[in-house]
């Protein structure tokens, strides 16, 4: 479900309804499965019922600023990224496609996280010590 939310991302329109629209997602992600006559075996709901729901949203929150972050990345890394951690695809796989070994895509990778986790750590300084806040 996440990885549908992180995917679809970029046709939310209106950042104050993403409640509403991760809810429709979830919904239509529900009835396709439903139609599918999936056997897939589900999540017991009395272990949802267990997290909570500030958790969630704090995942949510969490999983927006890295797609924020994801957006200042230069396009290539972009595309290894995505093709990599939200595609599932092996090395080889996107090397073959790049046209590149598959040792360098594994550099490319370790590269662009290190971008990535520069700009995201940029995004989410921790707040400074109370000694040192301006009041």
Aim: some cysteine; overall charge negative; aromatic content about 6%.
């Amino acid at each position: 479900m996440f990885a549908r939310v992180y995917e679809r991302l970029d046709s939310l329109r209106d950042d104050d309804a993403v409640r509403p629209w991760i809810a429709q997602l979830t919904r239509r992600l529900c009835i396709d499965r439903l139609r599918s006559g999936s056997r897939e075996v589900g999540t017991d709901l009395e272990d949802l019922a267990d997290v909570p729901a500030e958790d969630t949203l704090s995942e949510l929150e969490e999983a927006f600023d890295v797609h924020e972050a994801l957006a200042e990345l230069p396009e290539n890394c972009r595309v290894i990224l995505d093709r990599f951690f939200a595609q599932d695809e092996s090395y080889r796989t996107i090397g073959d496609s790049l046209s590149l070994p598959a040792g360098t895509i594994a550099s490319r990778i370790s590269r662009c996280l290190d971008k990535l986790r520069t700009a995201f750590e940029g995004r989410n300084s921790p707040p400074l010590p109370s000694s040192e806040q301006v009041t």
